[in-house]
């Protein structure tokens, strides 16, 4: 779908919504106003956001026959949330107080004014969570402590940079770059997802995206894999040509670090596939030759794939985004993982069943039809140290 498409369908969502709402209002006041009760109550409002609501839910078929994926959904239910809720807050207090100063009876009742204010948060909370959240890059440092028996003693730096997924190669994407190439890594890995956006649009960006990757560099190598938005394998190829980056399929590369010897495999998105097990085998079940083994995916379920207590010392995924939304003492609500539990694809480093397995929340958001949204979820580029233990 056409990003102009895209926008009059949600323009036209958000109206009928709006419209829902004010004729579900007006009509249960006029009903109270019969009863002798003109103030709108918050029970009325309730009402009001139930009645919207469910007039949601039935317009979802038709949002679908127009091309709308459940992406498209959730956006239109996010405009409905930081647009209609806070918009109707406010015009309902201003027609409050205008009739309160003309001496006119009031429009609502004090339970009522409380919950347009508390409506009119969610405004600025969209604003935050479309416009600043979105681009405010952290640095995390990590340590992996791996096995003493591995040979050497120097500690390996890993910059991840996952999940770039962006459709226009902007200052955000070269200040995420240079923040990587600043720590002066011994290798980066990219678990997937570097461009979002039609076969036109990926044209006219291979240009910008060549020399974004071309900036990157590190002595160990740098490694990217397949990503869900990376099905157009032909122009990716092209985008990656004249860079460092190397692309992995279902292979393993090898490389001396400092006095370490690192693996490093690659799968294809679909890890369950024969190549890729067969790729995960080769990593986990390869003579024992004192290297360090890091498996390199997109999707953090992966992990199925590798057997409990694995020769494999660290994997490497991305994919979640850290879930983009996140919500306090619950976590995000949705991380599009299935294998994995939700701590674990909310980011960070994990151990589960003796398997160590990294998740980062990614550089970029969800495009196409998602609403650009992070909430208590910021993008974030990592340091991992790989040191032996004490």
């Not at 009031?106 to 909370?125: D, I, K, N, Q, W």
């Not at 600043?182 to 020399?211: N, T, V, Y």
């Not at 590190?218 to 122009?235: E, I, T």
């Amino acid at each position: 779908m056409s990003p102009g498409r895209l926008h009059v369908i949600l323009l036209a969502s958000v109206v009928f919504d709006a419209g829902v709402f004010s004729l579900t209002v007006w009509a249960l006041r006029r009903r109270g106003a019969a009863e002798g009760r003109r103030a709108i109550s918050t029970a009325r409002l309730s009402a009001a956001a139930m009645v919207t609501s469910a007039a949601f839910c039935l317009k979802l078929p038709v949002l679908y026959l127009a091309g709308f994926n459940a992406f498209g959904a959730i956006h239109a239910l996010y405009l409905d949330i930081v647009v209609i809720l806070p918009a109707a807050g406010l015009l309902l207090l201003l027609l409050a107080w205008s009739r309160r100063w003309a001496g006119r009876p009031r429009l609502l009742t004090p339970g009522s004014r409380f919950t347009c204010f508390a409506a009119m948060a969610a405004a600025p909370v969209g604003v935050y969570a479309s416009l600043i959240e979105p681009y405010d890059l952290r640095e995390e440092t990590l340590r992996v402590v791996i096995p003493a028996e591995r040979s050497g003693a120097d500690p390996v730096t890993i910059a991840v940079l996952s999940d770039i997924q962006t459709d226009r190669v902007g200052e955000y994407e070269r200040f995420a770059v240079d923040r990587v190439m600043s720590w002066r890594p011994d290798m980066i890995l990219m678990p997937g997802d570097l461009f979002q956006g039609s076969s036109e649009s990926f044209i006219q960006q291979i240009p910008a995206l060549r020399d974004l990757l071309s900036r990157l560099s590190a002595p160990g190598g740098v490694y990217f894999v397949l990503g869900d938005v990376d099905s157009q394998l032909d122009l990716l190829r092209r985008a990656l040509e004249g860079t460092p980056v190397r692309l992995l399929i279902n292979d393993v590369a090898r490389t001396k670090v400092r006095d370490r010897h690192v693996s490093v495999g690659g799968v294809e998105l679909r890890y369950g596939s024969s190549p890729a097990a067969a790729t995960i085998r080769q990593l986990n079940d390869g003579a024992d030759e004192g290297d360090v083994r890091i498996l390199l995916a997109h999707r953090p379920d992966v992990i199925e794939a590798v057997g409990p207590n694995a020769r494999i010392d660290l994997i490497v995924a991305g994919h979640s985004h850290g879930g983009q939304v996140c919500i306090p003492f619950l976590g995000p609500p949705l991380t599009l993982c299935r294998v994995v539990p939700r701590r674990v694809a909310a980011g960070g480093l994990h151990v589960m069943s003796g398997r160590c397995i990294y998740v980062s929340r990614g550089v970029g958001h969800e495009r196409g039809q998602a609403p650009p949204i992070r909430f208590l979820c910021p993008p974030e580029i990592t340091l991992l140290t790989l040191e032996s233990r004490e």
